[in-house]
């Protein structure tokens, strides 16, 4: 009987370093199990989707055959996005699906992405999964649906409104994103597209799929710069989340991203909720109070933000690292590309240009997301050690996700990343002097800088 390294049963998903923590017995595992459980539960049809990964293709096929076995119908739709694998379980009216991907993590990781009837399984059903007895049924059967990929660009390119034609440079970094973006500038001609790095390669050459890193962006700034382009995007591994630089190469905060898409959002849907993660900007949360719109603060990760969408009806919501979800006119999932489609249409009808529009947003003093390399068991330690200080210390906080701790003239934050082995720090001040004392008292409170 097979048990898997329990790093690699993450909060939101299966996720490993292939050949070290995470193996094909282990596909073959949670092929079985969920497998199993779906069965079970009455479901019959899975959806099957991978990334470019170099060890995509073994995880899939160990995948596959371990759900067959259970009797279930896998529909493999092929190499696509994350967001392609939530719109088929939609469009197929499938019970589950099965992502295979490694998202913005290095080459050599990979893991699992899990929706059971379009809703995230994450969690504490993972961790069931470790009970779940495995069944032998060898009814089930496999199909490809390879179709989807079409059907899943003509949805994206439904909202795209014509107004006036923009310069657009594209960044897939090699990514699954690259087909999606090759068929986006065959179908909107009345723009001019600057594509880079549109093949996928699991090895990524020209530089890593995670646009929440600045250095990832040099390539696509640069094309902006000389190409004269309006706007340049950039998407990570699976597509999932996106970056966004203006025309002076200024590359807009993914909090600041949440905010302007806020705002075009509530001129379309008064008074609606959007929620924003508790790491991003108080200008964030503002901004939304000030459109009009209902603020809510949820923790970090893609699970906990769909759950918490559900929960407060929300018509939208996103987080610092570049997820966003669209719930108004769409599905509700995060979506990458469907972002950078939306943000098109909407500086299409500004009054000005996108870059001027960017220089009015108010301006914050804060940090990037600082990660610090820790151990998977120490990491939780140190928040629950850092919360017995702060309580001494009298400190007003958050715990909601980690802390976020409340300052007279600003805040900052301490979380355990649930996708690597790392502490997630930031802290924003009303000024920049406000800033370095933040950081002095972080530092006063043993985190280290």
Partial sequence: MHTPNPVILREYDIRGTYGKTLFETDATWLGERFGSFLFASGGRKIVLCRDGRESSPAIQKALSKALINCGLEVLDIGVGPTPMSYFAGYELNADATLMITGSHNPKD????????????????????????????????????????FDAYVKRVLKIHQFKRPLRIAWDAG???????????????????????????????????????????????????????????????????????????????????????????????????????????????????????????????????????????????????????FFKHNYYGFDDGLYAAVFLLNYVQTLPENFSNFVAKLPKTYSTPEIRLECSEEEKFKIIDDL???????????????????????????????????????RAEGDTENDLQVILNELKSFGIQI
């Avoid at 995230?120 to 989807?148: M, W």
């Avoid at 702060?390 to 301490?414: P, Y």
Wanted: hydrophobic fraction near 40%; include cysteine; proline fraction near 4%.
């Fill in 109 to 148: 990781d990979n893991g699992i992405k899990i929706t059971i009837n379009n809703k995230p399984f994450f969690g504490e059903q993972i961790q069931h999964l470790l009970q779940q007895a495995p069944l032998e049924n060898t009814g089930g059967c496999y199909t490809e649906r390879l179709d989807i």
């Fill in 174 to 324: 090699n990514g699954v994103a690259g087909p999606a973006v090759e068929a986006f500038c065959k179908e909107l001609p009345e723009h001019f597209h600057v594509p880079l790095f549109t093949q996928i390669d699991g090895t990524f050459p020209n530089h890593h799929p995670d646009p929440s890193v600045p250095k990832n962006l040099k390539s696509l700034i640069q094309a902006v710069e000389e190409n004269a382009c309006d706007i340049g995007f950039a998407f990570d591994g699976d597509a999932d989340r996106i970056g966004v630089v203006d025309a002076n190469g200024r590359i807009i905060a993914g909090d600041e991203l949440v905010a302007i898409l806020a705002k075009a959002i509530l001129q379309e849907v008064k008074g609606g909720t959007i929620i924003a993660d508790v790491k991003c900007s108080n200008h964030t949360f503002q901004a939304i109070t000030h459109a009009g719109g209902k603020a809510v603060m949820e923790r970090t990760g893609h699970s906990w933000i769909k759950q918490a969408m559900a929960k407060e009806s929300a018509i939208f919501a996103g987080e610092m690292s570049g997820h966003m």
């Fill in 387 to 425: 919360k017995s200080k702060l309580n001494q210390a009298g400190k007003i906080f958050n715990d909601l996700d980690g802390v976020r701790v409340v300052e007279s003239k600003g805040w900052w934050l301490v979380r355990a990343s649930n996708t690597q082995n790392a502490l997630i720090v």
